[in-house]
């Protein structure tokens, strides 16, 4: 017993570079330390030993102590709760490095495993739950830590929500290809960034040892890369300074097409053709030595089309023989500031391209503070082949003269106006097509002109509202819910519609609309003036 323990102080001596009993012996160790070594039988030589360790490694002393304790009641631990029990002393303590004592301590309690660390973002553990690799989270022991959450689901009509693991530290076994390996995730925190990374560990007699690195584990993280790189009905999304996949996104564009798009058509046909040209033509591009990049602002004012359209591109792009992948522009907010998300959202893009890179409300992201910064990623030394940018306003003359009038830039500008009758029309008549099934509804053509008719100047936005609004009123007073109200604009043309529920309706409707313009409109007014 007493050899067991003169071994385990010497593999605690040896990992922490303290000195061996051949130094002097330093009789300044507090004396609150020394307790903790007074209980045990050792001789001078082993105390002398232990008590060189110095003020700066008390928790090494204090492993030693539960060590020996161990040894001497029979028990012994798991690799995996050793492990965190590890984790756990060198959090309590102070530390400069946890990466450095999660892999020590990965080496020692699986002395036949190779162990290799790569970034969380490396998608090991996503890998397996897409079904590409099997991962069974260890709870078998209390060696993890890990928030137990609810994650609820937006139809709780469908289905309830579930149970889920965000995991700070644990154990998955972990099988790919016919190989067993045994991973590690960890989160922590060394202020002021949080960090998070991956442990793989693949038995040394399963490997193929190569320059010191693991082969089979070198192959794992390569394929989870390569399948963390692509999309998976998925759009990337810039937020927070990160970029993340959002499935989302990317569900809310797929019934979005240029169907869907009511724009005056020389300027849809022109827009689409820009768009898929520049994709189409990267030898054209190279035959001339023009840089292949480009750049297109959609401006106006709000509810004409800006959105739907960058919607329908998306999902054009997306549909094609060789999809085009779009990365998507939120918020440039984060602690490290606007310039070190514009360093990521550029580097991310050259990474991806061929691709789409939106940023929308582009006024309100691109600020005086960044304007140079950003520019200079536009344009600057690196780069920027097969990027094409699209960037939204509502308002144009917010936007530096910089980047809304200098070419090579954003190279082509499509003003979204207030829709004219002919495209108020075709909305009527795209609304009318989507309502053919509907029985309830008495939607005649003539009924498309005389909407269009009475809805000057409103946007696409408002006539999306007058529908709404005016089709749920109709199903209420159909189930009796309430009076038909009584439309008060008339017109001789309009003979047999008097009696039509859909035309009374919204001809009330955009009476509603049309006040509340007026009273938005004098706010505005009165705002501009207050601050003159």
């Given at each position: 017993?007493?050899?067991?323990?003169?071994?385990?102080?010497?593999?605690?001596?040896?990992?922490?570079?303290?000195?061996?009993?051949?130094?002097?012996?330093?009789?300044?160790?507090?004396?609150?330390?020394?307790?903790?070594?007074?209980?045990?039988s050792?001789?001078?030589?082993?105390?002398?030993?232990?008590?060189?360790?110095?003020?700066?490694?008390?928790r090494?002393?204090?492993?030693?102590?539960?060590?020996?304790?161990?040894?001497?009641?029979?028990?012994?631990?798991?690799?995996?709760?050793?492990?965190?029990d590890?984790?756990?002393?060198?959090?309590?303590?102070?530390?400069?490095?946890?990466?450095?004592?999660?892999?020590?301590?990965?080496?020692?309690?699986?002395?036949?495993?190779?162990?290799?660390?790569?970034?969380?973002?490396?998608?090991?553990?996503?890998?397996?739950?897409?079904?590409?690799?099997?991962?069974?989270?260890?709870?078998?022991?209390?060696?993890?830590?890990?928030?137990?959450?609810?994650?609820?689901?937006?139809?709780?009509?469908?289905?309830?929500?579930?149970?889920?693991?965000?995991?700070?530290?644990?154990?998955?076994?972990?099988?790919?290809?016919?190989?067993?390996?045994?991973?590690?995730?960890?989160?922590?925190?060394?202020?002021?960034?949080?960090?998070?990374?991956?442990?793989?560990?693949?038995?040394?007699?399963?490997?193929?040892?190569?320059?010191?690195?693991?082969?089979?584990?070198?192959?794992?993280?390569?394929?989870?890369?390569?399948?963390?790189?692509?999309?998976?009905?998925?759009?990337?999304?810039?937020?927070?300074?990160?970029w993340?996949?959002?499935?989302?996104?990317?569900?809310?564009?797929?019934?979005?097409?240029?169907?869907?798009?009511?724009?005056?058509?020389?300027?849809?046909?022109?827009?689409?053709?820009?768009?898929?040209?520049?994709?189409?033509?990267?030898?054209?591009?190279?035959?001339?030595?023009?840089?292949?990049?480009r750049?297109?602002?959609?401006?106006?004012?709000?509810?004409?089309?800006?959105?739907?359209?960058?919607?329908?591109?998306?999902?054009?792009?997306?549909?094609?023989?060789?999809?085009?992948?779009?990365?998507?522009?939120?918020?440039?907010?984060?602690?490290?500031?606007?310039?070190?998300?514009?360093?990521?959202?550029?580097?991310?893009?050259?990474?991806?391209?061929?691709?789409?890179?939106?940023?929308?409300?582009?006024?309100?992201?691109?600020?005086?503070?960044?304007?140079s910064?950003?520019?200079?990623?536009?344009?600057?030394?690196?780069?920027?082949?097969?990027?094409?940018?699209?960037g939204?306003?509502?308002?144009?003359?917010?936007?530096?003269?910089?980047?809304?009038?200098?070419?090579?830039?954003?190279?082509?500008?499509?003003?979204?106006?207030?829709?004219?009758a002919?495209?108020?029309?075709?909305?009527?008549e795209?609304?009318?097509?989507?309502?053919?099934?509907?029985?309830?509804?008495?939607?005649?053509?003539?009924?498309c002109?005389?909407?269009?008719?009475?809805?000057?100047?409103?946007?696409?936005?408002?006539?999306k509202?007058?529908?709404?609004?005016?089709?749920?009123?109709?199903?209420?007073?159909?189930?009796?819910?309430?009076k038909e109200?009584?439309?008060?604009?008339?017109?001789?043309?309009?003979?047999?519609?008097?009696?039509?529920?859909?035309?009374?309706?919204?001809?009330?409707?955009?009476?509603?609309?049309?006040?509340?313009?007026?009273?938005?409109?004098?706010?505005?007014?009165?705002?501009?003036?207050?601050?003159?």
């Amino acid at each position: 017993m007493h050899f067991l323990k003169h071994v385990i102080l010497k593999q605690v001596l040896r990992k922490s570079n303290l000195p061996t009993r051949q130094q002097p012996f330093e009789p300044w160790l507090p004396e609150e330390h020394k307790k903790l070594l007074v209980p045990f039988s050792l001789s001078t030589k082993t105390s002398a030993e232990s008590y060189h360790l110095s003020t700066e490694h008390p928790r090494l002393a204090c492993r030693y102590v539960q060590d020996c304790a161990m040894v001497e009641s029979g028990r012994t631990q798991s690799a995996e709760s050793q492990v965190f029990d590890d984790f756990k002393r060198h959090y309590e303590a102070t530390s400069p490095s946890t990466n450095l004592a999660i892999v020590t301590s990965l080496r020692s309690r699986y002395p036949d495993h190779s162990v290799t660390v790569t970034p969380s973002l490396t998608g090991i553990i996503d890998f397996a739950k897409a079904g590409q690799a099997e991962a069974e989270f260890d709870t078998t022991t209390d060696g993890y830590s890990a928030l137990r959450l609810h994650s609820p689901v937006t139809d709780r009509s469908k289905r309830q929500g579930k149970m889920v693991d965000d995991v700070l530290f644990g154990k998955y076994d972990y099988r790919w290809k016919n190989n067993d390996f045994v991973v590690y995730s960890a989160t922590w925190t060394e202020y002021p960034e949080r960090h998070s990374n991956t442990y793989i560990l693949f038995k040394k007699a399963d490997d193929l040892i190569v320059g010191g690195r693991s082969k089979g584990t070198d192959e794992l993280i390569a394929a989870a890369s390569q399948w963390s790189a692509d999309l998976h009905n998925e759009v990337w999304a810039f937020d927070q300074e990160r970029w993340t996949k959002d499935s989302e996104l990317w569900k809310s564009v797929q019934h979005s097409t240029w169907d869907d798009v009511i724009l005056d058509e020389t300027m849809k046909k022109t827009l689409v053709d820009d768009v898929e040209g520049f994709f189409d033509r990267k030898d054209d591009y190279k035959q001339f030595s023009v840089p292949w990049k480009r750049g297109i602002i959609f401006h106006g004012i709000p509810g004409n089309g800006k959105t739907i359209s960058i919607k329908a591109l998306i999902h054009f792009l997306s549909s094609r023989s060789d999809p085009i992948p779009t990365l998507y522009v939120k918020s440039l907010a984060g602690c490290r500031g606007p310039h070190y998300a514009i360093r990521r959202i550029f580097t991310k893009a050259r990474e991806t391209a061929p691709c789409l890179l939106v940023f929308e409300d582009l006024d309100s992201l691109i600020t005086d503070k960044v304007k140079s910064f950003f520019l200079n990623e536009v344009d600057g030394l690196e780069s920027n082949d097969g990027i094409m940018m699209i960037g939204s306003t509502n308002y144009l003359d917010r936007l530096d003269p910089g980047i809304a009038k200098r070419p090579s830039r954003f190279d082509r500008k499509y003003h979204f106006a207030l829709p004219a009758a002919a495209e108020r029309t075709r909305y009527c008549e795209y609304w009318r097509s989507k309502l053919a099934k509907n029985n309830s509804i008495d939607f005649p053509p003539k009924l498309c002109a005389a909407i269009a008719d009475i809805t000057e100047g409103f946007s696409f936005a408002y006539l999306k509202e007058a529908f709404i609004t005016s089709l749920l009123v109709i199903v209420a007073e159909q189930r009796g819910g309430t009076k038909e109200p009584n439309g008060t604009i008339a017109d001789p043309s309009l003979e047999g519609l008097e009696n039509n529920a859909l035309w009374r309706t919204f001809s009330k409707q955009v009476e509603s609309l049309r006040t509340e313009q007026e009273a938005s409109r004098k706010s505005a007014d009165e705002a501009v003036q207050n601050k003159t």
